[in-house]
């Protein structure tokens, strides 16, 4: 019989990506985990600012009781030694004090917009085990993991940032986000409690927050991400699941509530020609391949072309209803308004220090996959 031996290597498939993340927890459970696996040792843990990140996602003008609660800090349990990252995997822990989940009821009507419906299904349990991790208090473990993520990047000169361009339809556009640099930008809209870079627009928000409130309602917008100093080449054109486009993409759509993304011009790209829409590149010897223009927001065929990455995001206003509407019973199925828990009115500005971690570690994991990921040197060498 005929028989032909493959080489026991060709069945071998070593993961793509060696710097992976997950998190654990529930919204009144003990806390947040996040797990990093691939993360390279070296690096200087700053626990000041991670923290300083959580609290920025609590902030901002809109946001409900519980942030009165809590008070987010990170805490090491594993893969830290004497300040350095090791190499292995570290868990971070965020602790709720709000801490009652075994007390909490049932809740009896199916909320719209939420997983209650189709989690409960799924899963052959009540509203309340779904809702607890479907929370949008589980990014809090995210922006504690992006934090880390920043940290790595940082050393590597690349910075992530994001902010809020409107609330609702509130336009918070500012003509200056082109021209200026990450330390002016980050400056500016660390003085607005929108987080945007328009703060003489903040009463236009705060008056349809406050109306909305008033009203039982709430109110998502929109957020813009960049990334800035990103090399030339990551992803890969050779196969739909590594190119980094779909995959920061599908990291800032798996954010609660996020509804939409575009990259660079985005469906505005497709209002126009195409000679309005595709960048020009030019050469010069000190600078290397430049862009006059950057409508493809820094991503060609899935890479990085050198120029920002530039994310926008629409984020869904909050299904959780003070005014709520029409449900049905989870076991009567007869007609009745939907459960109301205590929510936010607008955490548009929170959901900007989530995109902005998120965006973190998508970049740092492909920063891992290029240059390696054992240690941080070993990157900084091959960069």
């Known amino acids: 019989m005929f028989s032909f031996h493959f080489p026991p290597s060709i069945f071998y498939l070593p993961p793509f990506s060696m710097l992976r993340y997950w998190t654990a927890g529930e ?19 700053d626990k000041p600012s991670i923290d300083h990140e959580l609290r920025r996602r609590q902030s901002g003008y809109g946001r409900g ?7 987010d800090e990170v805490e090491i349990l594993t893969g830290i030694h004497r300040g350095m990252t090791t190499g292995a995997p570290i868990t971070l822990w965020v602790k709720n004090r709000d801490v009652k989940i075994d007390d909490m009821p049932e809740i009896e009507a199916f909320r719209p917009g939420h997983g209650d419906l189709v989690g409960s299904i799924k899963y052959h349990s ?25 940290l790595l990047l940082r050393v590597l000169k690349i910075e992530v940032a994001s902010y809020v361009v409107s609330i609702g339809p509130v336009s918070l556009e ?19 409690e929108f987080f945007s870079l328009s703060p003489e627009k903040n009463d ?5 927050i406050d109306q909305c409130r008033e009203e039982g309602d709430t109110l998502g917008g929109i957020i813009e991400i960049r990334a800035i100093g990103v090399p030339f080449g990551l992803g890969t054109h050779t196969q739909w699941d590594l190119k980094l486009d779909g995959r920061l993409a599908q990291a800032v759509m798996a954010v609660q509530a996020i509804k939409g993304v575009e990259i660079g011009l985005g469906f505005e790209s497709a209002r126009r020609r195409g000679s309005q829409v595709h960048d ?34 629409a984020m869904k206003p909050i299904p959780t209803l003070r005014k709520p509407l029409l449900s049905v019973h989870r076991e009567t199925l007869l007609p009745m308004i939907s459960s109301y828990e205590r929510s936010d009115v607008c955490a548009v500005p929170a959901a900007s220090v989530v995109l902005e971690a998120v965006v973190a570690l998508e970049i740092a994991r492909a920063m891992t996959e290029e240059f390696g990921s054992d240690h941080i040197g070993e990157l900084l060498n091959r960069q």
Do not use: W
């Open 204 to 208: 236009q928000a705060k008056q349809l």
């Open 280 to 313: 020009p590149i030019a050469y010069d010897a000190e600078h290397g391949f430049t862009r006059p223009s950057n409508n493809a927001g820094g991503l060609e065929a899935g890479m990085t072309n050198s120029e920002p990455i530039v994310l926008r995001a």
């Open 27 to 45: 919204s009144h459970g003990k806390g947040l985990i996040a797990l990093l696996d691939g993360f390279p040792a070296g690096v200087v843990f």
């Open 126 to 150: 009540g509203i309340r085990p779904i809702l607890e991790r479907a929370s949008a208090r589980e990014t809090a473990a995210k922006v504690a993991a992006g934090g880390l993520a920043k």
């Open 65 to 71: 009781e519980r942030q009165k609660i809590e008070s």
């Open 174 to 192: 500012s003509p200056e986000a082109e021209t200026l640099s990450v330390a002016e930008l980050i400056a500016r809209r660390d003085q607005c």
